[in-house]
Protein backbone atom coordinates (compact mmCIF):
# COMPACT_ATOMS: atom_id res chain seq x y z
CA UNK A 1 0.00 0.00 0.00
CA UNK A 2 2.74 2.27 0.71
CA UNK A 3 4.37 1.63 -2.46
CA UNK A 4 1.26 2.31 -4.07
CA UNK A 5 0.95 5.55 -2.64
CA UNK A 6 4.33 6.48 -3.03
CA UNK A 7 3.92 5.43 -7.04
CA UNK A 8 0.39 7.88 -6.76
CA UNK A 9 2.36 10.71 -5.07
CA UNK A 10 5.11 10.50 -7.93
CA UNK A 11 2.91 10.24 -10.68
CA UNK A 12 0.93 13.57 -9.54
CA UNK A 13 4.53 15.44 -9.28
CA UNK A 14 5.62 14.05 -12.59
CA UNK A 15 2.48 15.13 -14.61
CA UNK A 16 2.82 18.24 -12.46
CA UNK A 17 5.99 19.06 -13.65
CA UNK A 18 5.15 17.84 -17.01
CA UNK A 19 1.78 20.62 -17.16
CA UNK A 20 4.05 22.90 -15.44
CA UNK A 21 6.81 23.27 -18.25
CA UNK A 22 4.58 22.52 -21.15
CA UNK A 23 2.59 26.41 -20.08
CA UNK A 24 6.02 27.51 -19.90
CA UNK A 25 7.13 26.23 -23.08
CA UNK A 26 3.88 27.45 -24.40
CA UNK A 27 4.13 30.62 -22.95
CA UNK A 28 7.82 30.84 -24.49
CA UNK A 29 6.64 30.59 -28.15
CA UNK A 30 4.01 32.71 -27.92
CA UNK A 31 6.60 35.67 -26.71
CA UNK A 32 9.21 34.63 -28.82
CA UNK A 33 8.29 33.57 -32.04
CA UNK A 34 7.43 36.78 -34.31
CA UNK A 35 3.33 37.36 -35.13
CA UNK A 36 4.07 37.69 -38.61
CA UNK A 37 5.81 34.17 -38.55
CA UNK A 38 2.68 32.77 -36.65
CA UNK A 39 0.07 33.86 -39.09
CA UNK A 40 1.81 33.21 -42.27
CA UNK A 41 1.89 29.26 -41.06
CA UNK A 42 -2.11 29.43 -39.72
CA UNK A 43 -3.09 31.09 -43.02
CA UNK A 44 -1.10 28.40 -44.93
CA UNK A 45 -2.07 25.71 -43.04
CA UNK A 46 -5.83 26.71 -43.13
CA UNK A 47 -5.43 27.12 -46.91
CA UNK A 48 -3.98 23.55 -47.37
CA UNK A 49 -6.93 22.10 -44.99
CA UNK A 50 -9.17 23.77 -47.00
CA UNK A 51 -7.64 22.33 -50.13
CA UNK A 52 -7.68 18.89 -48.71
CA UNK A 53 -11.43 18.95 -47.57
CA UNK A 54 -12.51 20.61 -51.09
CA UNK A 55 -10.49 17.82 -52.97
CA UNK A 56 -12.27 15.05 -51.13
CA UNK A 57 -15.91 16.38 -51.28
CA UNK A 58 -17.23 16.41 -54.81
CA UNK A 59 -18.75 18.96 -56.90
CA UNK A 60 -22.24 19.27 -58.40
CA UNK A 61 -20.56 19.29 -61.49
CA UNK A 62 -18.41 15.70 -60.96
CA UNK A 63 -19.75 14.23 -63.41
CA UNK A 64 -18.96 16.57 -66.45
CA UNK A 65 -16.07 19.47 -64.96
CA UNK A 66 -13.94 18.56 -61.56
CA UNK A 67 -11.20 21.58 -60.94
CA UNK A 68 -8.05 21.10 -61.25
CA UNK A 69 -5.79 20.80 -58.15
CA UNK A 70 -4.15 24.37 -58.28
CA UNK A 71 -7.50 25.78 -58.90
CA UNK A 72 -8.71 24.21 -56.07
CA UNK A 73 -5.70 25.63 -53.65
CA UNK A 74 -6.08 28.88 -55.58
CA UNK A 75 -9.56 28.71 -54.08
CA UNK A 76 -8.52 27.63 -50.86
CA UNK A 77 -6.46 30.79 -50.48
CA UNK A 78 -8.22 33.23 -51.65
CA UNK A 79 -11.38 32.32 -49.02
CA UNK A 80 -8.55 32.17 -46.11
CA UNK A 81 -6.86 35.21 -47.01
CA UNK A 82 -10.77 36.73 -48.20
CA UNK A 83 -9.65 37.94 -51.30
CA UNK A 84 -11.92 36.31 -53.66
CA UNK A 85 -10.18 35.90 -56.46
CA UNK A 86 -11.73 33.23 -58.56
CA UNK A 87 -10.20 30.53 -61.51
CA UNK A 88 -13.62 28.50 -61.30
CA UNK A 89 -16.65 29.13 -61.55
CA UNK A 90 -18.43 29.40 -58.38
CA UNK A 91 -22.04 27.20 -59.12
CA UNK A 92 -19.31 24.79 -59.90
CA UNK A 93 -18.81 23.93 -56.13
CA UNK A 94 -21.50 21.81 -54.21
CA UNK A 95 -23.46 22.89 -51.18
CA UNK A 96 -21.52 20.98 -48.65
CA UNK A 97 -18.20 23.13 -50.75
CA UNK A 98 -19.85 26.09 -50.11
CA UNK A 99 -20.08 25.70 -46.65
CA UNK A 100 -16.43 24.63 -46.53
CA UNK A 101 -15.59 28.09 -48.21
CA UNK A 102 -18.09 29.69 -45.90
CA UNK A 103 -15.83 28.58 -42.94
CA UNK A 104 -12.75 29.22 -44.08
CA UNK A 105 -14.04 32.96 -44.91
CA UNK A 106 -14.97 32.84 -41.27
CA UNK A 107 -12.24 32.03 -39.96
CA UNK A 108 -9.25 33.81 -42.16
CA UNK A 109 -11.18 37.32 -41.58
CA UNK A 110 -9.23 40.22 -39.91
CA UNK A 111 -11.92 40.55 -36.94
CA UNK A 112 -11.89 36.76 -36.37
CA UNK A 113 -7.91 36.95 -36.39
CA UNK A 114 -8.03 39.51 -34.34
CA UNK A 115 -10.30 37.82 -31.85
CA UNK A 116 -7.62 35.26 -31.56
CA UNK A 117 -4.71 37.33 -30.62
CA UNK A 118 -6.36 39.31 -28.15
CA UNK A 119 -7.88 36.26 -26.66
CA UNK A 120 -3.62 35.21 -26.08
CA UNK A 121 -2.76 38.49 -25.27
CA UNK A 122 -5.33 37.92 -22.27
CA UNK A 123 -3.79 34.90 -21.50
CA UNK A 124 -0.57 36.24 -20.68
CA UNK A 125 -2.33 38.55 -18.60
CA UNK A 126 -3.75 35.64 -16.61
CA UNK A 127 -1.43 34.83 -14.32
CA UNK A 128 -1.94 38.54 -13.05
CA UNK A 129 -5.26 37.72 -12.54
CA UNK A 130 -4.25 34.58 -10.43
CA UNK A 131 -2.08 36.21 -8.16
CA UNK A 132 -4.34 38.71 -7.26
CA UNK A 133 -7.08 36.51 -6.52
CA UNK A 134 -5.13 34.22 -4.47
CA UNK A 135 -4.43 37.52 -2.62
CA UNK A 136 -8.15 37.87 -2.47
CA UNK A 137 -8.59 34.60 -0.56
CA UNK A 138 -5.72 35.41 1.85
CA UNK A 139 -7.16 38.58 2.67
CA UNK A 140 -10.81 39.44 1.01
CA UNK A 141 -11.16 42.80 3.08
CA UNK A 142 -7.52 44.52 2.02
CA UNK A 143 -8.14 43.17 -1.46
CA UNK A 144 -11.32 44.64 -1.46
CA UNK A 145 -10.60 47.69 -0.42
CA UNK A 146 -7.12 48.31 -2.27
CA UNK A 147 -8.79 47.41 -5.52
CA UNK A 148 -11.42 49.72 -5.24
CA UNK A 149 -8.89 52.70 -3.98
CA UNK A 150 -6.51 51.86 -7.07
CA UNK A 151 -9.61 51.22 -9.72
CA UNK A 152 -10.84 55.07 -8.21
CA UNK A 153 -7.04 56.49 -8.19
CA UNK A 154 -6.34 54.82 -12.02
CA UNK A 155 -10.32 56.61 -12.88
CA UNK A 156 -9.32 59.81 -11.52
CA UNK A 157 -5.46 59.85 -13.41
CA UNK A 158 -7.10 59.28 -16.54
CA UNK A 159 -9.73 61.56 -16.48
CA UNK A 160 -7.02 64.40 -15.48
CA UNK A 161 -5.01 62.63 -17.98
CA UNK A 162 -1.89 61.99 -15.41
CA UNK A 163 -0.90 58.49 -16.61
CA UNK A 164 0.96 57.38 -13.69
CA UNK A 165 -1.11 54.87 -11.30
CA UNK A 166 0.03 53.77 -7.51
CA UNK A 167 0.57 49.82 -7.94
CA UNK A 168 2.03 48.23 -11.25
CA UNK A 169 0.56 44.69 -10.06
CA UNK A 170 -2.77 46.55 -10.07
CA UNK A 171 -2.00 48.05 -13.09
CA UNK A 172 -1.86 45.15 -14.85
CA UNK A 173 -4.98 43.45 -13.51
CA UNK A 174 -6.96 46.11 -14.52
CA UNK A 175 -5.46 45.69 -17.85
CA UNK A 176 -6.61 42.54 -17.86
CA UNK A 177 -9.84 43.13 -16.70
CA UNK A 178 -10.02 45.67 -19.74
CA UNK A 179 -8.90 43.22 -22.44
CA UNK A 180 -11.11 40.35 -21.22
CA UNK A 181 -14.18 43.21 -21.65
CA UNK A 182 -12.85 44.25 -25.15
CA UNK A 183 -12.87 40.43 -26.10
CA UNK A 184 -16.45 39.79 -24.91
CA UNK A 185 -17.24 43.19 -27.01
CA UNK A 186 -15.41 42.26 -30.24
CA UNK A 187 -17.08 38.48 -29.69
CA UNK A 188 -20.63 40.39 -29.36
CA UNK A 189 -20.00 42.70 -32.43
CA UNK A 190 -18.73 39.82 -34.62
CA UNK A 191 -21.97 37.43 -33.70
CA UNK A 192 -24.52 40.15 -33.60
CA UNK A 193 -23.68 41.60 -36.76
CA UNK A 194 -23.82 38.77 -39.29
CA UNK A 195 -26.66 36.41 -36.91
CA UNK A 196 -29.05 39.86 -37.56
CA UNK A 197 -26.73 40.39 -41.06
CA UNK A 198 -28.28 36.89 -41.82
CA UNK A 199 -31.91 36.64 -40.63
CA UNK A 200 -32.04 39.72 -42.75
CA UNK A 201 -30.98 38.12 -45.90
CA UNK A 202 -33.35 35.55 -45.11
CA UNK A 203 -36.17 36.99 -44.58
CA UNK A 204 -35.51 39.13 -47.82
CA UNK A 205 -35.04 35.99 -49.94
CA UNK A 206 -38.38 34.43 -48.85
CA UNK A 207 -40.25 37.66 -49.31
CA UNK A 208 -39.39 38.73 -52.43
CA UNK A 209 -40.18 36.10 -55.33
CA UNK A 210 -37.84 37.81 -57.88
CA UNK A 211 -34.20 37.16 -55.74
CA UNK A 212 -36.37 33.48 -54.30
CA UNK A 213 -36.03 32.68 -58.09
CA UNK A 214 -32.68 33.40 -58.80
CA UNK A 215 -31.60 31.32 -56.32
CA UNK A 216 -34.22 28.29 -57.55
CA UNK A 217 -33.06 28.67 -60.84
CA UNK A 218 -29.43 28.17 -59.85
CA UNK A 219 -29.95 24.98 -57.88
CA UNK A 220 -28.93 27.03 -54.49
CA UNK A 221 -29.93 26.43 -51.15
CA UNK A 222 -32.04 29.52 -49.88
CA UNK A 223 -30.07 29.54 -46.06
CA UNK A 224 -26.78 28.28 -47.30
CA UNK A 225 -26.88 31.60 -49.51
CA UNK A 226 -28.32 34.06 -46.97
CA UNK A 227 -24.93 32.77 -44.77
CA UNK A 228 -22.55 32.36 -47.12
CA UNK A 229 -23.14 36.20 -48.57
CA UNK A 230 -23.30 37.63 -45.28
CA UNK A 231 -19.78 35.92 -43.87
CA UNK A 232 -18.45 36.70 -46.90
CA UNK A 233 -19.71 40.51 -47.21
CA UNK A 234 -18.76 40.80 -43.67
CA UNK A 235 -15.09 39.39 -43.79
CA UNK A 236 -14.93 41.97 -46.76
CA UNK A 237 -14.01 38.99 -48.94
CA UNK A 238 -16.72 39.04 -51.82
CA UNK A 239 -17.28 35.70 -53.10
CA UNK A 240 -20.91 34.98 -53.77
CA UNK A 241 -22.48 31.55 -54.97
CA UNK A 242 -23.62 32.62 -58.01
CA UNK A 243 -21.16 33.07 -61.38
CA UNK A 244 -22.47 36.19 -62.18
CA UNK A 245 -21.84 37.57 -58.52
CA UNK A 246 -24.74 40.41 -57.47
CA UNK A 247 -25.02 41.18 -61.56
CA UNK A 248 -28.47 38.72 -61.22
CA UNK A 249 -29.34 40.86 -58.21
CA UNK A 250 -28.76 44.18 -59.61
CA UNK A 251 -32.35 44.82 -59.64
CA UNK A 252 -33.12 43.72 -56.24
CA UNK A 253 -32.29 46.96 -54.53
CA UNK A 254 -33.29 45.76 -50.60
CA UNK A 255 -31.03 42.88 -50.87
CA UNK A 256 -27.69 45.65 -51.79
CA UNK A 257 -28.96 47.71 -49.68
CA UNK A 258 -29.13 45.20 -46.08
CA UNK A 259 -25.57 44.06 -47.61
CA UNK A 260 -23.82 47.67 -47.55
CA UNK A 261 -23.62 48.20 -43.57
CA UNK A 262 -22.32 44.04 -43.69
CA UNK A 263 -19.79 45.85 -45.58
CA UNK A 264 -18.95 49.17 -43.46
CA UNK A 265 -18.89 47.45 -40.19
CA UNK A 266 -16.82 44.18 -40.92
CA UNK A 267 -13.80 46.65 -42.78
CA UNK A 268 -13.20 50.21 -42.77
CA UNK A 269 -15.51 51.19 -39.98
CA UNK A 270 -14.60 48.72 -37.85
CA UNK A 271 -12.69 50.62 -35.47
CA UNK A 272 -14.99 53.37 -35.20
CA UNK A 273 -17.91 51.27 -34.25
CA UNK A 274 -15.88 49.53 -31.83
CA UNK A 275 -14.97 52.39 -30.24
CA UNK A 276 -18.53 53.29 -29.92
CA UNK A 277 -19.91 50.61 -28.79
CA UNK A 278 -17.01 50.21 -26.03
CA UNK A 279 -18.22 53.80 -24.65
CA UNK A 280 -21.92 53.22 -25.35
CA UNK A 281 -21.44 49.75 -22.96
CA UNK A 282 -19.27 51.63 -20.49
CA UNK A 283 -22.29 54.08 -19.59
CA UNK A 284 -24.15 50.69 -18.43
CA UNK A 285 -21.69 48.85 -16.93
CA UNK A 286 -17.63 48.02 -16.36
CA UNK A 287 -17.31 52.00 -16.49
CA UNK A 288 -13.90 51.48 -15.49
CA UNK A 289 -12.43 49.05 -18.09
CA UNK A 290 -14.37 50.72 -20.84
CA UNK A 291 -12.26 54.15 -19.75
CA UNK A 292 -8.86 52.48 -20.11
CA UNK A 293 -9.86 50.88 -23.19
CA UNK A 294 -11.20 54.38 -24.39
CA UNK A 295 -7.55 56.27 -23.10
CA UNK A 296 -5.23 53.87 -22.88
CA UNK A 297 -5.30 52.57 -26.64
CA UNK A 298 -1.95 52.20 -27.00
CA UNK A 299 -1.17 50.50 -24.16
CA UNK A 300 -3.94 47.85 -25.42
CA UNK A 301 -2.10 47.22 -28.05
CA UNK A 302 -5.20 46.30 -30.32
CA UNK A 303 -3.99 46.93 -34.12
CA UNK A 304 -8.10 47.91 -34.34
CA UNK A 305 -9.16 49.97 -31.09
CA UNK A 306 -7.61 53.67 -32.39
CA UNK A 307 -7.37 56.67 -30.68
CA UNK A 308 -10.19 58.83 -30.60
CA UNK A 309 -9.21 61.58 -33.09
CA UNK A 310 -8.25 58.62 -35.57
CA UNK A 311 -11.75 56.81 -35.64
CA UNK A 312 -13.34 60.18 -36.10
CA UNK A 313 -10.95 61.28 -38.98
CA UNK A 314 -11.51 57.42 -40.29
CA UNK A 315 -15.18 58.11 -40.84
CA UNK A 316 -14.88 61.09 -42.58
CA UNK A 317 -12.25 59.44 -44.79
CA UNK A 318 -14.29 56.67 -45.49
CA UNK A 319 -17.42 58.60 -46.49
CA UNK A 320 -15.45 61.19 -48.26
CA UNK A 321 -14.19 58.38 -50.72
CA UNK A 322 -17.56 57.08 -51.39
CA UNK A 323 -18.80 60.39 -52.40
CA UNK A 324 -15.79 60.75 -54.34
CA UNK A 325 -16.71 57.68 -56.05
CA UNK A 326 -20.29 58.13 -56.43
CA UNK A 327 -19.79 61.35 -58.52
CA UNK A 328 -17.26 60.22 -61.02
CA UNK A 329 -19.35 56.38 -61.45
CA UNK A 330 -22.21 58.50 -62.01
CA UNK A 331 -20.80 60.83 -64.02
CA UNK A 332 -19.51 58.31 -66.37
CA UNK A 333 -21.76 55.61 -66.21
CA UNK A 334 -25.27 56.34 -65.43
CA UNK A 335 -26.21 55.77 -69.02
CA UNK A 336 -24.00 52.90 -69.77
CA UNK A 337 -24.81 49.20 -70.64
CA UNK A 338 -23.95 48.24 -67.00
CA UNK A 339 -26.69 50.17 -65.58
CA UNK A 340 -29.42 49.67 -68.59
CA UNK A 341 -32.78 48.61 -67.85
CA UNK A 342 -32.48 50.12 -64.36
CA UNK A 343 -34.52 52.59 -62.99
CA UNK A 344 -33.14 55.59 -61.26
CA UNK A 345 -33.63 54.73 -57.90
CA UNK A 346 -32.26 50.89 -58.56
CA UNK A 347 -29.18 53.17 -60.33
CA UNK A 348 -28.51 55.10 -57.17
CA UNK A 349 -28.34 52.14 -54.97
CA UNK A 350 -26.75 50.22 -57.50
CA UNK A 351 -23.86 52.95 -57.70
CA UNK A 352 -23.27 53.08 -54.32
CA UNK A 353 -22.97 49.64 -53.72
CA UNK A 354 -20.55 49.24 -56.01
CA UNK A 355 -18.65 51.81 -54.92
CA UNK A 356 -18.88 50.75 -51.51
CA UNK A 357 -17.48 47.38 -52.89
CA UNK A 358 -14.13 49.20 -54.54
CA UNK A 359 -12.38 48.94 -50.76
CA UNK A 360 -12.36 45.24 -50.02
CA UNK A 361 -15.52 43.82 -50.41
CA UNK A 362 -15.48 43.50 -54.10
CA UNK A 363 -18.86 41.99 -54.81
CA UNK A 364 -20.20 43.59 -57.91
CA UNK A 365 -23.53 44.16 -60.14
CA UNK A 366 -21.88 45.38 -63.38
CA UNK A 367 -19.17 43.44 -65.59
CA UNK A 368 -15.42 45.66 -64.64
CA UNK A 369 -14.72 45.09 -68.38
CA UNK A 370 -17.48 47.72 -69.98
CA UNK A 371 -16.92 50.76 -67.48
CA UNK A 372 -14.60 53.82 -68.36
CA UNK A 373 -10.68 53.78 -67.64
CA UNK A 374 -11.35 56.65 -65.52
CA UNK A 375 -13.43 54.56 -63.36
CA UNK A 376 -11.38 51.70 -63.70
CA UNK A 377 -8.44 53.14 -62.41
CA UNK A 378 -9.77 54.94 -59.41
CA UNK A 379 -11.35 51.66 -58.47
CA UNK A 380 -7.71 50.49 -58.40
CA UNK A 381 -6.43 53.47 -56.01
CA UNK A 382 -9.03 52.11 -53.70
CA UNK A 383 -8.26 48.74 -53.73
CA UNK A 384 -4.72 49.89 -53.04
CA UNK A 385 -5.22 51.99 -49.83
CA UNK A 386 -5.16 50.05 -46.42
CA UNK A 387 -8.43 50.07 -44.75
CA UNK A 388 -7.76 52.63 -42.13
CA UNK A 389 -6.74 55.02 -44.39
CA UNK A 390 -7.41 58.33 -42.61
CA UNK A 391 -6.98 61.85 -45.27
CA UNK A 392 -6.58 64.27 -42.54
CA UNK A 393 -3.35 64.45 -40.92
CA UNK A 394 -3.13 62.63 -36.74
CA UNK A 395 -0.52 64.19 -35.06
CA UNK A 396 1.09 61.40 -33.43
CA UNK A 397 1.83 59.25 -36.80
CA UNK A 398 5.41 60.18 -36.30
CA UNK A 399 6.50 59.51 -33.14
CA UNK A 400 4.59 56.35 -33.45
CA UNK A 401 7.24 55.66 -36.68
CA UNK A 402 9.97 56.52 -34.41
CA UNK A 403 8.87 53.87 -31.93
CA UNK A 404 8.70 51.24 -34.33
CA UNK A 405 11.99 52.12 -36.05
CA UNK A 406 13.55 52.23 -32.48
CA UNK A 407 12.46 48.79 -32.44
CA UNK A 408 13.64 47.43 -35.31
CA UNK A 409 16.78 46.54 -36.29
CA UNK A 410 19.15 48.66 -39.32
CA UNK A 411 19.07 46.12 -41.57
CA UNK A 412 15.67 45.04 -41.80
CA UNK A 413 14.69 48.96 -42.28
CA UNK A 414 17.18 49.17 -44.69
CA UNK A 415 16.38 46.15 -47.46
CA UNK A 416 11.99 46.72 -46.74
CA UNK A 417 10.90 48.07 -49.84
CA UNK A 418 7.70 49.53 -50.13
CA UNK A 419 4.39 48.05 -50.84
CA UNK A 420 4.27 49.88 -54.47
CA UNK A 421 7.74 48.35 -55.30
CA UNK A 422 6.40 45.13 -54.40
CA UNK A 423 3.21 45.64 -56.56
CA UNK A 424 5.77 46.76 -59.20
CA UNK A 425 7.50 43.35 -58.84
CA UNK A 426 4.85 41.11 -58.67
CA UNK A 427 3.06 43.14 -62.13
CA UNK A 428 6.24 42.96 -63.94
CA UNK A 429 6.88 38.98 -62.96
CA UNK A 430 2.96 38.21 -64.06
CA UNK A 431 3.79 40.01 -67.35
CA UNK A 432 7.19 37.83 -67.79
CA UNK A 433 4.77 34.71 -67.77
CA UNK A 434 1.82 36.09 -69.81
CA UNK A 435 4.34 37.56 -71.94
CA UNK A 436 2.89 35.07 -74.77
CA UNK A 437 -0.36 35.80 -74.84
CA UNK A 438 -0.18 39.72 -74.38
CA UNK A 439 1.34 39.80 -77.88
CA UNK A 440 -1.27 37.14 -79.12
CA UNK A 441 -4.61 38.40 -77.09
CA UNK A 442 -3.63 42.12 -76.45
CA UNK A 443 -7.28 43.18 -75.90
CA UNK A 444 -7.58 40.83 -72.67
CA UNK A 445 -4.28 40.46 -71.82
CA UNK A 446 -3.33 44.13 -71.43
CA UNK A 447 -1.43 45.73 -68.57
CA UNK A 448 -4.06 47.76 -67.27
CA UNK A 449 -6.14 44.50 -66.92
CA UNK A 450 -2.89 42.53 -65.49
CA UNK A 451 -2.87 45.76 -62.84
CA UNK A 452 -6.44 45.47 -61.90
CA UNK A 453 -6.18 41.80 -61.16
CA UNK A 454 -3.24 41.95 -59.02
CA UNK A 455 -3.41 45.08 -57.16
CA UNK A 456 -7.13 43.75 -55.99
CA UNK A 457 -5.17 40.55 -55.17
CA UNK A 458 -2.90 42.21 -53.01
CA UNK A 459 -6.08 44.80 -51.36
CA UNK A 460 -8.02 41.47 -50.90
CA UNK A 461 -10.82 43.39 -53.30
CA UNK A 462 -11.74 40.35 -55.60
CA UNK A 463 -12.69 43.19 -58.43
CA UNK A 464 -11.31 41.26 -61.83
CA UNK A 465 -11.99 42.83 -65.11
CA UNK A 466 -12.72 39.13 -66.60
CA UNK A 467 -12.15 37.29 -70.22
CA UNK A 468 -14.07 37.21 -73.14
CA UNK A 469 -14.13 35.45 -75.86
CA UNK A 470 -15.52 38.48 -77.98
CA UNK A 471 -12.54 40.27 -77.48
CA UNK A 472 -9.89 38.17 -78.90
CA UNK A 473 -8.01 39.45 -82.19
CA UNK A 474 -7.33 36.06 -83.30
CA UNK A 475 -11.02 34.50 -82.95
CA UNK A 476 -10.83 30.85 -81.50
CA UNK A 477 -14.03 28.43 -82.53
CA UNK A 478 -13.05 26.67 -78.74
CA UNK A 479 -12.83 29.65 -76.67
CA UNK A 480 -16.04 29.72 -73.89
CA UNK A 481 -17.24 32.41 -71.86
CA UNK A 482 -16.72 31.68 -68.60
CA UNK A 483 -18.19 33.57 -65.35
CA UNK A 484 -14.65 33.65 -63.22
CA UNK A 485 -11.81 36.29 -62.64
CA UNK A 486 -9.40 37.25 -65.25
CA UNK A 487 -6.59 35.34 -63.74
CA UNK A 488 -8.78 32.03 -64.19
CA UNK A 489 -7.03 32.30 -68.02
CA UNK A 490 -3.57 32.67 -66.68
CA UNK A 491 -1.03 30.31 -66.98
CA UNK A 492 0.26 28.01 -63.72
CA UNK A 493 2.86 29.95 -62.98
CA UNK A 494 0.68 33.45 -63.16
CA UNK A 495 -1.75 31.81 -60.76
CA UNK A 496 1.41 30.86 -58.37
CA UNK A 497 2.64 34.07 -58.43
CA UNK A 498 -1.24 35.49 -57.56
CA UNK A 499 -1.34 33.46 -54.30
CA UNK A 500 2.23 34.27 -53.21
CA UNK A 501 0.12 38.09 -53.37
CA UNK A 502 -2.91 37.42 -52.03
CA UNK A 503 -1.27 35.82 -48.82
CA UNK A 504 0.85 38.75 -49.11
CA UNK A 505 -1.77 41.61 -49.20
CA UNK A 506 -3.19 39.39 -46.09
CA UNK A 507 -0.29 40.53 -43.90
CA UNK A 508 0.56 43.68 -45.51
CA UNK A 509 0.14 45.35 -42.23
CA UNK A 510 3.59 43.95 -40.87
CA UNK A 511 5.20 46.08 -43.71
CA UNK A 512 3.16 49.21 -43.71
CA UNK A 513 6.11 51.37 -43.39
CA UNK A 514 8.58 50.01 -45.92
CA UNK A 515 10.50 51.47 -47.71
CA UNK A 516 10.98 54.80 -46.14
CA UNK A 517 14.41 54.26 -45.64
CA UNK A 518 15.17 55.05 -48.91
CA UNK A 519 14.89 58.43 -50.30
CA UNK A 520 14.18 59.73 -53.67
CA UNK A 521 16.39 63.06 -54.57
Known amino acids: MTIICSFSKASHHLCSSTWCLTSCFYRLILVRVN ?21 VLKPRTHDSFKPRNLDLFFTSVSATTVSSMSTVEMEVFSNSQLLVLTILMLIGGEIFTSMVGLHFKKSQLQKMENRISSLANNDPSTYQSGLVMTEKQDFENLESGNHETSLDSSVDFLKYKSIKFLCFVVLGYFIVIQVLGVSLVSTYLALVSSAREVLKNKGLNLLTFSIFSVVSTFANCGFLPTNENMVVFRNNSGLLLILVPQILLGNTLFPSCLRFCVWFLGK ?34 VFGFIITQFILFCSMEWNSAGLSGLNSYQKTIGVLFQTMNAR ?76 RKLKEDPLNFNVLNIVVEVVSAY ?29 GKWSDEGKIILIVVMVFGRLKKFNMDGGRAWKLL
Open 35 to 55: SFCIQLCYFLSVSFFGFVVLK
Open 284 to 317: FFKRVESNYLLKKTSEIGYFHLLPSQHSSYLVVT
Open 360 to 435: YAGESIVDLSTISSAVLVLFVVMMYLPPYTSFLPIKDDEEIYKKKRNRRGKLSESILFSQLSYLAIFIILVCITER
Open 459 to 487: GRVGFTTGYSCDRQTQPNSNCVNKSYGFS
